[in-house]
């Protein structure tokens, strides 16, 4: 095949792959702000998952908040100092999650900073609460199955008259999901063995096939079980023989269930000393992404405060297991409680999330131990042991950054660097397309492929378009003429030296190139530098022009050629 | 055709005593400005000087110095810039630098933001956006900053070198930081804001300005294969400008239509970077013709280079 065959399917290729990439981000942005609402009704994890697939974009165009926290060090002595930073992060990680932010950032820089960032929440009070305040660790019992089973299936109902009543008939989309659902359940039919060790056990899991709640038993349609259709019995007690109210729910139906649990009429329902409580972390069972709902009793049982020396370990089996002792008050009252509650699980929750429910193996003095399930890996020991000692020994932070980006703010920013680019880009287009005539059209055709690519890139990369980063692609734009110009002006400099205009066409392309490689490399360089150094929106603006440039490389000089190539013979050129 | 610029035969290295008097000035005063942003003196942004900002509008009219006197109390350096672009009218940005200590900054902002609302009785000031900066914040960022521009400028002359030969490389590397300086001079001279944005332009336009630098030095490295003699150099050179005239002008034109546009219908935010890139590209097309070669042809008038 020849070349030119070659490189027309490479940019098929590359078109096909770009459209793929775009689709979500094109989706959304042409969605309008009522169809989002009416998909966010109907099922708030499509919307987030849209949000995530799309081109982010930074807290300066849609809104959010920005903080940077320093965890202080000095009020800690030695020891503790160690990982705070992790457990601050930690702590700021349960908290955020279940927000509803499409994409938080919490992480580290430093020795003693974290950075958060919510694009889209723009709720600085609700913002300042969750990260600044000091953990709570608390420990609490679980209600018995039968209760809870028998609150869900009056809220479930409570739910069915509420969807009912708001949409008029069954919709489609709760069938689907129904059946859905169904289909996970069958999957999950062989479940995980449990290790029965020491003190506390760990994890629960799913056993056989026959636990699953509320089957048969209730008699009622799918349709008529909104919440309990979508929950599986998860929590398990092998040695006792006995179910607890720990279910899994698929990641992307916990929205549209707490959404239902917090309906007044559903609250009403709900026992003054109980509650609702979601895992602080979805796990993986049977490859699926779920979150545990478990109905814990509101009354604390136990404090973190008294936990010491807790450390992560292995038992002599090989799994995981947190060690921890108990200070002097609270060993004679842990020794009580889990005496009085053998073989019951003991939730252990952090600001109203639990983070396991272990069972009580046997009454704990001075030394406990808390054995992960046998598929927990030695990140969610870790998580664990991270967790348990942020509840006993919180890290103080201080925010020394904030920046707080109303959406009506980023809404009138998105609106100028969209208008202004679309009139710089109009503006170019139109200044190539009269001074270099058909050859300019074609470097336009080039152009619109290299912004086209680009936002692709970015969809794909999962990158977050700033407004530096509007800049960037604004840049490109003249980086990627100056391309055309090089070439045309070589072009004409060769027709003037008498070249027949094929001739001139190849020379201009090759001799050009030397040129426009050169400032491409430079500029990359510059590139590279902002990324390397730069942070947050100067980061954003490295990345746009980084690709920006790497992909006018291809379509200015590629793409432009092969437009003209498509003629073989030329008599005369309009340039 | 059409043709704004033709064939030309401007003897621009002729002129380049002048074009050094200019440029030795534009320097000066560049790294003066540079002086005074290291150690702090110049006018820097919050994000570097630390401090907070707080941007918002009101239901009814109110004039800056309204709202200048209401804050002047507390905060007597306090900028206010009316946001007039803004969707809604009576929006304004103000900000106050420095707080002492890291933790005096969200108490500033409380209490700035508590003066606001307070100061205008039924008039209702509705937040937009709320920023604080910490001052180490600020100096951790203009650290990166500096070693950003260091990084890339290294980075830059090690690939001239390699591409062409070591004095261009240097001649390149000269030529682009007399831009930066010069942009970074005016800048101070106007007394505006350095800010990361303006950092980011900075880089940006040594970024342009090498380009065009380098499409100058390619078309040069190819004359010279044709004019061997030696004494013909500046004439090849001078002709290599001439001949990529077209180009330049072509290119930088473009350029200025896209950051011309950013600078009126880009907002607040991009304004005053979109104004360093105006300058720079007026610099930086300057530069080319009038710096990066003539120095070149100096250190081939001192140090003839043989032709292989």
Known sequence: MSKQNWRIILTSILVVLACFAFWHTFKLWTMSDTDKEALNERDPGALLTLQQKAIRLGLDLQGGI?????????????????????????????????????????????????????????????????????????????????NATLILTKIDSVVHEYEKARTGTTDEDTVVAVEETEEAADSVAEGEEIDILTELMGDSAIDTADMF??????????NERPITS??????????????????????????????????????????????????????????????????????????????????????????????????????????????????????????????????INSKIRRRGQITMGGSASVKDARNMEIVLKAGALPAPVEIIEKNVVGATLGIDSIKKGFFSSLVGLSLVLLFIGVYYRLSGVIADVGLLFNIFFLLAVMAALGATLTMPGIAGIILTIGISVDSNILIFERIREELRTGKTVRASIDAGYTRAFVAIFDSHVTTLITAGALFLLGSGPIKGFAVTLFWGVTISLYTAYIITKQIFDIRKGYRTLSI | MFRIIGQTNINFIGARKYAFVLSGALVIIGIIGFIMIVTGKANLGIDFAGGVMVTGHFDR?????????????????????????????????????????????????????????????????TLVSEHIIGPAVGETLRGDAQKAILLSLFGIVVYIWIRFDFRSGIAATIATFHDVLAVLGIFYLLGLEFDLLIITALLTLAGYSLTDTVVVFDRIRENLKKFRTKGEFANAVNSSINEVLSRTFNTSLTVLLVVGTLFFFGGEVLRYFSLALIFGVLVGTYSSIFVASPIVVEWEARRPKRFK
Request: proline content about 4%.
């Open chain 2, 61 to 125: 009219t109110v004039t800056i110095e309204d709202l200048r006197s209401a804050v002047a109390a507390e905060f007597p350096n306090a900028e206010i810039t009316n946001l007039k672009d803004f969707e809604k009218p009576n929006a304004f940005i103000i900000k106050t630098k420095r707080p002492e200590t890291e933790a005096e900054g969200e108490q500033r902002l409380a209490t700035l933001i508590k003066i606001i609302e307070s100061s205008f009785a039924g008039n209702t000031f």
């Open chain 1, 213 to 222: 709640a509320f089957d048969e038993e209730v008699g009622l349609d799918e």
């Open chain 1, 230 to 359: 979508r929950l599986q019995m998860a929590l398990y007690n092998n040695r006792k023989a006995t179910n607890w109210p720990g279910f899994a729910a698929a990641k992307k139906d916990r929205e549209l269930i707490d959404k239902w649990l917090n309906l007044p009429e559903v609250q009403s329902l709900i026992p003054i000393d109980v509650q609702f409580c979601w895992s602080t972390r979805p796990e993986i069972r049977n490859n699926r992404e779920v979150y545990m709902l478990y109905l814990v009793k509101r009354k604390v049982q136990f404090l973190g405060k008294y936990l010491e020396n807790i450390a992560l370990g292995q038992d002599s089996y090989g799994g995981y297991v947190v060690n921890f002792a108990l200070s002097g008050d609270g060993a004679a009252h842990f020794a009580q409680l889990t005496g009085a509650n053998l073989d019951k699980p003991l939730a252990i929750v952090i600001d109203n999330k639990v983070e396991s429910a272990p069972f």
């Open chain 1, 66 to 146: 920005h903080v940077v926290l320093r965890v202080k060090m000095e009020e800690l002595d030695k020891a503790s100092r160690e990982d705070a930073v992790e457990r601050a992060i930690q702590i700021i990680r349960n908290r955020v999650d279940g927000l509803g932010v499409a994409e938080p950032v919490i992480q580290k820089q430093g020795n003693d900073r974290i950075i958060v960032d919510l694009p889209g929440y723009t709720d600085a009070e609700r913002a300042e609460e969750l990260i600044g305040q000091t953990a709570l660790l608390e420990f609490k019992l679980l209600e018995v199955y039968d």
